[in-house]
């Protein structure tokens, strides 16, 4: 248990985590922080409490230099072998290969030196929500001050519209009530007390207890400061955010570990040919080196990189469209690899809208149905639509549900807002459902007094005076209260009779059994004359009209976005700060598996990590969560070898969004240092982009598999080709410039045509890959060994080919040159395809990125073969037309050869 310290020693620093402030009554409250409430802190004392505790800010995490930063970024093995080549081409004299590569490396390095930042921005967003002003008493007088001068003691006056600037201990509320969505999650503001809850209360059960950053919706409050800064909820937060390790993208990974394969593999290779070329083949040194030099420059995939990096920019451009705003590059691949999702549950699977949904009267329930907060919709019961004309109870419902009553609906740009509270914004819009005119039924009944809600007597109560000199008083609040204050209950029919409290019970339990929050709603006929409401008219004097369920409703396209995931192979979860029973419901709604599991966060807080991760495979809803429990979560998942997405909005989340492989953050409704947080940020805060980003992440994927597909083997190629002749001691049927031209001109063009390549059909409704799934598998490995003995017969037949015939060295290595180009060209049309067949006429058109970069290419190698200032450049000669055909018909066979072998491979498979 929490032990209480003794605030007068100056030698302890007043914390909450020594004081379980919300478990303590609120007079002892004052006592442990040594406060008169009515005279508040003396100056000195002020002083004294500050030099102890610190200004009410977030520290600053300690930050690397900027240079030093920036230097890390080359810190890459991959990095270094592309370094490493710049050398070898500027040794060479290929100033614009080097020139490409040392691009391609700054401009890493730029974009991970922007990205380094992000978690730092992340708690700067944090410092920036702490309120910049305070109300508070000081010395007997009331002052406002800095937020940043707050000290644990200060008593500090709440009213709406204000943001808590500290963690307080409510002393003492009015109809106070707080949204804190940022915190919990929860989509309606929670009403406030000074009541003491038991020590394991959760967060969002501390209704006592008023958080920093929080924003007052409702009525005063007076509060002492209990924690500031870093020992404050949200000063926690962001001590947990800072701790939490950003992990590396599976591609990353990936790519490092074929980075550092592909180095040793050239390395070696590049030294036993330079041993044997030099004291078997008995060439000259140089010679042997610059040979060696220009095989290892062909075999380094030094447009990789940047093909790589254009296929994921064209992924951020796609997932724009979708309304997904990409943050960090890599996560785009990411986000195409997950396995769950865990999300938030209001503002990301719900509308963070309060709607009413279930309605009953004497005898009948119905169901409502509508979008938002706009006041049409229809009303059934059960599949029937009601005829709101011939329901005299429903109508009656309705118009006290408009009368009783503080909201106000704006229609702003086809977009209903509530202005106040969002419940009775719903109940408006329920009102207009029900076939009343709103603005009429003011203008016919205006309001003459009224009771306001009080959490005390937990009700609220209007009167209203008709023209024609009517007058009834309309109350509404807790069932259980309006039930006790009523002796009749309205007829559906019209009329009134004997209340049936066991009926009403019931009724109430099933509502609330479907997660909604539950109002009763009352009427009583008063004398015209009575102009002014008091307590005693609606005790035991009501007449109950009925109940009205309301909940934050699904997203329409949740339900279908959900069903998506599932087909796809991805398990949705949802982690919540909101009650259980409502969790439950919306699950239910938008077809979780296993709705009716639910564990919350005091059942995680009994878990061990083995146990959690063994139970987490089953339950799909955690309730009643906390930040620790959100990271927690997604840590437990990740530890089973799933790959994680992590969606939110709130303060509350950003640790998890960050902890996350994808952290997706809601950009309409979230804040920002959740956006800052995350990878991703969804500009429609809809669940159903997710489904859409996942959907072009695979696609992303598949473009990057198929841009190794095609450059891996054609790199081996044209690299065997070298060895070849070197082991043979025959003449090279390519020059190492003429190489190095073929990776200047196809390595990057040819490569980028791929990342433009649509999504295939079958993209969602395969399952996740795994995260240990290799980047370079088995089939990848065959592909390049039968590609490169395609390449290597094709160069060598053709370059026999043309001796034979008499031709010069020059004619014969042209006509390889363009031989190994017509075949990568051939080879590219394949492998658009790879996992289905080519042979069709979708395939064989391609897309206008596809023939644009081919008709460069053949451009290209069209003005080294035939233009003479070029021909002395590349020691190329003109081809004759007919071995022209035949350079095309090689790359014809073998396109053909290959895509028979897939065929047989894909039958095989089946």
């Known amino acids: 248990m929490k032990q209480v310290i003794d605030v007068a020693n100056e030698q302890t620093p007043i914390s909450l985590h020594s004081v379980a402030w919300h478990s303590v009554p609120a007079e002892q409250v004052t006592n442990l922080l040594e406060v008169n409430e009515r005279v508040g802190l003396e100056t000195a004392e002020v002083q004294v409490r500050l030099d102890r505790t610190g200004f009410n800010r977030l520290p600053e995490a300690a930050r690397r230099p900027a240079w030093l930063r920036f230097l890390l970024q080359f810190h890459n093995i991959l990095i270094y072998v592309l370094l490493g080549s710049a050398v070898i081409t500027a040794m060479l004299q290929h100033l614009w290969d080097t020139v490409v590569i040392l691009a391609v490396v700054i401009a890493n390095a730029i974009i991970g030196y922007v990205q380094e930042g992000k978690a730092e921005k992340a708690m700067d967003a944090i410092r920036q929500m702490l309120s910049p002003h305070a109300a508070v008493i000081r010395a007997g007088e009331r002052l406002s001050i800095v937020g940043e001068e707050l000290v644990p003691g200060d008593i500090v006056l709440l009213e709406a519209g204000d943001k808590v600037p500290a963690d307080l201990r409510l002393l003492h509320a009015n109809r106070l009530q707080i949204q804190e969505a940022i915190l919990t999650g929860e989509s309606v503001p929670v009403e406030k007390n000074t009541v003491p809850v038991t020590l394991d209360a959760a967060l969002g059960d501390r209704t006592c207890m008023a958080f920093s950053g929080t924003l007052v919706t409702c009525g005063q409050a007076t509060g002492v400061v209990v924690a500031t800064a870093a020992a404050a909820e949200i000063g926690r937060i962001s001590t947990l955010l800072a701790g939490v390790e950003t992990l590396t993208t599976p591609l990353v990974q990936q790519m490092n570990i074929f980075a550092r394969w592909l180095t040793i593999l050239i390395l070696l290779v590049g030294g036993l040919l330079l041993v044997f070329g030099h004291y078997v083949g008995h060439y000259a040194f140089p010679d042997i080196f610059m040979v060696v030099v220009g095989m290892s420059v062909a075999a380094i995939p030094e447009g990789l990189p940047a093909v790589l990096t254009i296929t994921l920019a064209v992924g951020v451009r796609a997932m724009a469209r979708r309304n997904a705003i990409v943050r960090r590059l ?284 063994e139970a987490i495979k089953h339950v799909n809803i955690f309730a009643r969560t906390s930040p620790e429990h959100k990271l927690r979560l997604v840590m437990a998942l990740q530890s089973n070898g799933m790959t994680v997405a992590m969606t939110g909005d709130g303060v509350n989340d950003a640790p998890a969004l960050k902890r996350a492989d994808a952290g997706i953050a809601m950009g309409g409704k979230g804040c920002e240092a959740a956006k800052e947080a995350a990878d991703l940020v969804l500009a429609d805060d809809n669940f159903a982009s997710i489904v859409a980003a996942v959907r072009e992440g695979r696609t992303v994927y598949d473009n990057i598999k198929k841009v190794l597909s095609w450059t891996l083997p054609t790199n081996a190629g044209e690299t065997m080709t070298i060895i070849v002749a070197l082991l043979l001691g025959i003449t090279l049927p390519v020059t190492p410039i003429q190489i190095l031209w073929i990776n200047l001109i196809t390595a990057v063009t040819l490569g980028v045509a791929l990342a433009f390549e649509p999504t295939e059909e079958t993209t969602m409704l395969k399952p996740p890959r795994s995260r240990k799934e290799p980047l370079i598998n088995g089939a990848l490995v065959w592909h390049m060994t039968l590609v490169s003995i395609l390449f290597l017969c094709g160069v060598y037949g053709v370059f026999s080919y043309a001796l034979e015939r008499g031709y010069s060295v020059e004619l014969a290595r042209t006509i390889a040159v363009n031989t190994l180009v017509v075949m990568e060209i051939f080879h590219l049309f394949f492998i658009r395809n790879i996992y289905s067949t080519s042979l069709t006429w979708k395939g064989i058109r391609g897309t206008k990125v596809v023939w644009m970069i081919v008709a460069l290419v053949i451009f290209a190698q069209f003005a080294i073969t035939y233009a003479p200032p070029l021909q002395r450049v590349f020691a190329t000669e003109a081809i004759p037309f007919v071995d022209g055909l035949l350079i095309i018909g090689v790359g014809v066979a073998l396109f053909a050869i290959i895509e028979i072998e897939k065929q047989i491979r894909i039958r095989l498979s089946e």
């Open 330 to 613: 890599p996560a785009i691949e990411t986000l195409g690899s997950v396995s769950v999702i865990c999300t938030d549950k209001t503002g990301t699977l719900t509308r963070n809208e309060m709607m009413v949904a279930s309605v009953v009267t004497n005898g009948l329930n119905f169901t409502v149905n509508g979008t938002g907060y706009k006041p049409t919709g229809c009303i059934s019961v059960g599949d029937q639509l009601v005829d709101i004309s011939t329901s005299p109870a429903l109508a009656e419902l309705g118009r006290a549900a408009g009368l009783c009553n503080d909201a106000v609906l704006h229609l702003h740009e086809d977009l209903w807002r509530v202005e106040g509270d969002p419940m009775e914004g719903a109940l408006l819009a329920f009102s207009g459902k029900s076939g009343i005119d709103i603005a009429e039924d003011h203008r016919v009944w205006p309001r003459t007094d009224a009771i306001p809600f009080d959490p005390k007597h937990r009700f609220m109560a209007t009167l209203h005076h008709s023209h024609d000199r009517q007058a009834l008083i309309y109350v509404k609040g807790a069932p259980e209260q309006i039930l006790a204050m009523s002796t009749q209950q309205y007829v559906n029919a019209g009329g009134v009779e004997p209340l049936n409290a066991v009926y009403w019970h019931e009724q109430a339990n099933a509502i609330a059994a479907k997660g909604q929050r539950v109002l009763a709603f009352a009427v009583r006929s008063v004398a015209p004359e009575h102009t002014v409401l008091a307590f005693g008219d609606v005790q035991g004097r009501l007449t109950l009209l009925g109940l009205v369920g309301l909940i934050d409703p699904p997203r329409p396209e949740t339900i279908k976005a959900v069903q998506q995931c599932q087909a796809a192979g991805i398990v949705v979860k949802m982690i919540t700060g909101d009650h259980g029973g409502t969790a439950v419901a919306i699950g239910r709604q938008i077809g979780l598996q296993n709705p009716d599991k639910v564990l919350t966060g005091v059942e995680l807080d009994s878990m061990d990590d083995a146990v959690l991760k």
